[in-house]
C-alpha cells in the first residue's frame, strides 16, 4: 500500500507549485493509473514515490513505512521502476541488465542466473537474446526487457512512466495486454503513469484523473469513471464517447437479455408468423429450456405446416454472460439478424440487442 | 640514373649507422617510451581528479578549462627554460612540460564523455537503487570510456611529438639523435641522425594510437554491434 498525504512539490525557482496537494491511497496489490494533461503533474507524483523527486511537503508512505526516512538508494532497490526511454545500459548484454537490482542487492550468482531466466520466460523473450546487447533488440523487445529488469528483485511496487510512449501502437496493444496477464499472476501494486485515457482505461483497477497542479479531479475504477464523472473537467477528458468506452468494462450480465423469438420445434408455423409481427423481424429462434438449435427466416418456412423440418443456421457469434458489452456490439453489429445470442457455458440465457446496448451508453 | 640516385641516397644516409648505435637506439626508445607513459598516467590522473571536480561543480569548468588552456599554449621550449633554473636539469622538469600538456585535452574528454551519458540511463541507474559512487564507476565511466581513450589517444601522440624536445634538457628520448644531428651541420652522419629520431619517433605515435584503439575496441564491445535494423 502506498499513501500520499497532503504531498507537494514546488520546483526551485517556481512559484507555482507541480503538485500542490496531492492525498490518496494505492491500495495493495492494484494497479493504479495516473492520468492527465502534460504537466500536471504525473511524473512528479510518480517520482517522488521512489524520491528522484524530493516532495517540498507532506508524507508519502510504502508499505506502513516513510520513504523521507529510508536510505533513498534502498529504498529504489524495493521498487520496481520503468521509463518511457527505457534507459537500458547500452553497455551491458540483456542478461546483466535484468540482473541489475539482484546484484545491487548481493545476491548469489545461482540465484541471479536463475531468476534472469525466469523473468526471460515471464516477459516472453527467447533465451538466445540474453547475450545481446540492448542495441540490438527492437523497440518492443527492449521495452520487455525494461520491464523484466523492473521485476527482478521481485519487488512488491512497480512503478512505470508512460512505459509503452514509445512503441508503436500494435507493439503498445500487446504490451498492454502483457502486463495485464502479468498483473493478474503477479498482484504487484503498481502505478503507471500515461495520458492516454484509454491506456488507463485497460490496465487500471484504479483511475486517478489529474488536473494541472496535481489537482485529483477524481479516483474511482475506470468503469465508476466513465459513467460518473466527477465535474465537467473529468467528462471533457474522457471524451464524449465515454458511454462507448465503458462498454469494453461493463458485462453483458449487467443488462436485461430479451427472452428473443424462441419456439418450439413443435410451433405450427403460424405461430412463427405471429413472433416476427410482434419483434417486426423476418427471421426467428427454434429452442427452448436453455438450448437454442438455430434460426430460420420468413421464406425458409414457406409451404411448412410446423417447424419440425424447417432447414436451421447455426449462430455464428455464441457470446458468454461474462464478456463485455464492446463485444456484444461488435457482434450485434456484425451479425446478420442485428442480435447475438449469450450463453452461460452452454446453456441458452437470451438475446443481447441494439436497443439494450444503446441504452447502457446513454446511461 | 637510378644507379646515381642509390649511390647518392647511399651516400646521405648512414645505414652503418644504424648497425653501430644498435644499443643507443634501444636505450633512447625506452626513455622515450618512459617519458611518454609517465607524462600521460600523471597527467591522466590529476586530469580525473580535475573532471570529478567539474562535473561535481559545474562552476569550475571555465576557471580549470582555462588554466590548462594557458599551460598548453605555452611554447615548450619557454617552458623548460622557466623550470630548470627551479627544478634542474632532471626528470621532473620533462614530465612537468609533458603533464601540462596532457591537462587541457585529457580533461576535455573525460566531461564530455560523462556527459555525454544519456539521461534516461542515468535515470534508469537512480532509479533501480544505484549509489553516486557505484554509478559513476559502473555506468557513467564505462559509457564515457570511447571518449575518454580518444583523449587518451591525442594526449599520448602529443607527448611522443614533444618528448623530443626534452632533448635540451639532456633526455629526449629520440629526439637526443635529432639534436645530435643538428650539432653535426647535415653531414650524412647528421641527416642519419635527423632521419632516424624522427621516423622512430612518428613509427613509436603511430603504435601506440593504434595500440589505444584495439584497446578501446577490446573494452567496448558493446559500442561495436549495431541494430539488425
Ligand atoms: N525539474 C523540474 N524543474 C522545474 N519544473 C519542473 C521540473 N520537472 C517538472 N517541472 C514542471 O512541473 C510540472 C509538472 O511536470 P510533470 O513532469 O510532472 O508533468 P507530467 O504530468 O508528467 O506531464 P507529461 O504528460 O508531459 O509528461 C510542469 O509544469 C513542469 O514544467
Ligand atoms: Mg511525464
Not at chain 1, 486517478?208 to 469513471?225: H, R
Not at chain 1, 413443435?266 to 413472433?275: D, I, K, L, N, W
Not at chain 2, 564523455?113 to 544505484?130: C, H, K, N, S, T
Request: one cysteine or more; hydrophobic letters at 45%; charged letters at 20%.
Amino acid at each position: 500500500m502506498i499513501e500520499l498525504e497532503h504531498v507537494s512539490k514546488t520546483f526551485p525557482g517556481q512559484d507555482v507549485a507541480a503538485v500542490g496537494d496531492l492525498t490518496f491511497t494505492i491500495p495493495e496489490g492494484e494497479s493504479v493509473v495516473l492520468v492527465g494533461p502534460s504537466g500536471c503533474g504525473k511524473t512528479t507524483t510518480l517520482k517522488m514515490i521512489n524520491r528522484l523527486i524530493e516532495p517540498t511537503g507532506g508524507t508519502i508512505t510504502v508499505a506502513g513505512r516513510d520513504v523521507a526516512q529510508m536510505e533513498a538508494h534502498e529504498l529504489r532497490r524495493g521498487i520496481g521502476y520503468v521509463i518511457q526511454q527505457i534507459g537500458l545500459f547500452p553497455h551491458r548484454t540483456i542478461r546483466d541488465n535484468i540482473a541489475t537490482v539482484p546484484k545491487l542487492l548481493g545476491w548469489e550468482k545461482k540465484r541471479i542466473q536463475a531468476r534472469v531466466l525466469e523473468l526471460t520466460d515471464l516477459v516472453d523473450l527467447s533465451e538466445d537474446m540474453l547475450t545481446r546487447y540492448p542495441s540490438e533488440l527492437s523497440g518492443g523487445q527492449r521495452q520487455r526487457v525494461g520491464v523484466a529488469r523492473a521485476l527482478a528483485a521481485d519487488p512488491p511496487v512497480l512503478l512505470m512512466d508512460e512505459p509503452f510512449g514509445a512503441v508503436d501502437p500494435i507493439v503498445r496493444t500487446r504490451l498492454q495486454d502483457e502486463l495485464v496477464s502479468l498483473q493478474a499472476r503477479l498482484n504487484k501494486t503498481i502505478v503507471l503513469v500515461t495520458h492516454d485515457i484509454d491506456e488507463a482505461i485497460k490496465l487500471g483497477d484504479r483511475v486517478a484523473l489529474l488536473n494541472i497542479g496535481g489537482v485529483l479531479e477524481q479516483y474511482a475504477p475506470p468503469e465508476e469513471l466513465l459513467r460518473d464523472p466527477a465535474n465537467a473537467f473529468v467528462a471533457d477528458f474522457l471524451g464524449t464517447d465515454r458511454g462507448i468506452k465503458r462498454l469494453s468494462l461493463v458485462p453483458i450480465s449487467q443488462i436485461n437479455l430479451d427472452p428473443g423469438p424462441v419456439l418450439p420445434r413443435s410451433a405450427p408455423v403460424a405461430e412463427a408468423r405471429e413472433m416476427m409481427r410482434r419483434y417486426q423481424i423476418d427471421w426467428a429462434v427454434v429452442g427452448g429450456d436453455g438450448r437454442i438449435e438455430g434460426w430460420f427466416t420468413e421464406n425458409d418456412i414457406a409451404g411448412h405446416d410446423t417447424l419440425d423440418r424447417v432447414h436451421l443456421l447455426p449462430f455464428q457469434t455464441k457470446l458468454a454472460a461474462t464478456d463485455s458489452l464492446q463485444q456484444a456490439l461488435d457482434a450485434v453489429i456484425s451479425s446478420h439478424t442485428a442480435v447475438a445470442a449469450v450463453f452461460d457455458g452452454e446453456r441458452y440465457l437470451g438475446m443481447v440487442t441494439s436497443e439494450e446496448i444503446s441504452r447502457e451508453i446513454i446511461e | 640514373m637510378i644507379g646515381l640516385a642509390q649511390t647518392q641516397a647511399q651516400g646521405v644516409f648512414r645505414w652503418d649507422w644504424i648497425g653501430r648505435n644498435i644499443d643507443a637506439i634501444w636505450d633512447r626508445t625506452v626513455e622515450h617510451v618512459v617519458l611518454t607513459v609517465v607524462a600521460v598516467s600523471v597527467g591522466l590522473v590529476i586530469s580525473t581528479v580535475l573532471s570529478l571536480i567539474i562535473v561535481r561543480y559545474r562552476k569550475t569548468y571555465t576557471p580549470i578549462t582555462w588554466t590548462t588552456g594557458i599551460l598548453y599554449t605555452i611554447p615548450s621550449l619557454a617552458a623548460l627554460a622557466f623550470l630548470v633554473p627551479i627544478t634542474g636539469l632532471s626528470h621532473l622538469t620533462a614530465e612537468i612540460v609533458l603533464v601540462s600538456y596532457t591537462l587541457l585535452i585529457l580533461i576535455r574528454n573525460i566531461v564530455a564523455g560523462i556527459d555525454g551519458v544519456p539521461q534516461d540511463v542515468l535515470e534508469a541507474a537512480r532509479g533501480m537503487g544505484y549509489t553516486r559512487r557505484r554509478r559513476f564507476i559502473e555506468i557513467e565511466l564505462p559509457l564515457a570510456l570511447p571518449v575518454i581513450v580518444a583523449g587518451i589517444r591525442i594526449a599520448a601522440v602529443t607527448v611522443i611529438g614533444l618528448v623530443t624536445v626534452t632533448s635540451l634538457i639532456g633526455l629526449g628520448g629520440y629526439g637526443f639523435f635529432i639534436l645530435r644531428g643538428l650539432s653535426l651541420f647535415y653531414s650524412p652522419i647528421g641527416t642519419t641522425q635527423i632521419l632516424v629520431g624522427t621516423a622512430l619517433s612518428v613509427l613509436l605515435a603511430v603504435v601506440v594510437d593504434v595500440s589505444l584503439a584495439l584497446t578501446e575496441r577490446a573494452l567496448t564491445p558493446w559500442a561495436r554491434r549495431k541494430a539488425p535494423a
